[in-house]
């Protein structure tokens, strides 16, 4: 168990431009999430896959954040045309499917932290 | 909509005093609770969890907290910080059998020598 990874752990990316995150979750793990964290705040809910469907997404997600997990195993989350209101901490975390889905526990990658200048 | 507060949003405390961090959901009905904490240069970790059964639960580290289904909290202890402990603390619900987490916005616990 190597736990949840994510590249890159820092971005610094210009206002407009197109930024792509990755997220590897533990694996066998086959729920997958994305959060979002702004300074001061306790991380906040983007959107949720299990295995490669996308199950649910946050209204914070707007059209310009797109989520894909194509073989249900890493995710990658892209924000296109990005702007100063998008830095943030983007976390991921995944979860298995026991067979009690009350009982699921999420475990959490260490973030990366974009900044747009 | 479901939401978690945490009303402590900066404690300092003495090495050996004990901890008590505020946490309260509003839902009325099915609950998962968690503790995350989130040491200085370092990811979330789960300190411990509540799905149902005995309220009082006990996690890493010497933490525990108590599930009080009327008061709709679930506080975290600890009898005896060390200075170890300085870290943010979260807490968490998940709430109705559903999968996201609601984070409250955190406890900043800074422990002195």
Known sequence: DTGVSQDPRHK????????TFRCDPISEHNRLYWYR?????GPEFLTYFQNEAQLEKSRLLSDRFSAERPKGSFSTLEIQRTEQGDSAMYLCASSSNPRDRNRDTQYFGPGTRLTVL | AQSVSQHNHHVILSEA?????????SYGGTV?????????????????????????????KGFEAEFIKSKFSFNLRKPSVQWSDTAEYFCAAVTGGGNKLTFGTGTQLKVEL
């Open chain 1, 12 to 19: 610094i990316t210009k206002r407009g431009q197109n930024v």
């Open chain 1, 37 to 41: 964290q702004t300074l001061g705040q």
């Open chain 2, 17 to 25: 005093a004990s901890l008590e961090l505020g946490c309260n959901y």
């Open chain 2, 32 to 60: 998962n609770l968690f503790w995350y904490v989130q040491y200085p240069g370092q990811h979330l970790q789960l300190l411990l969890k509540y799905f149902s059964g005995d309220p009082l639960v006990k996690g890493i």
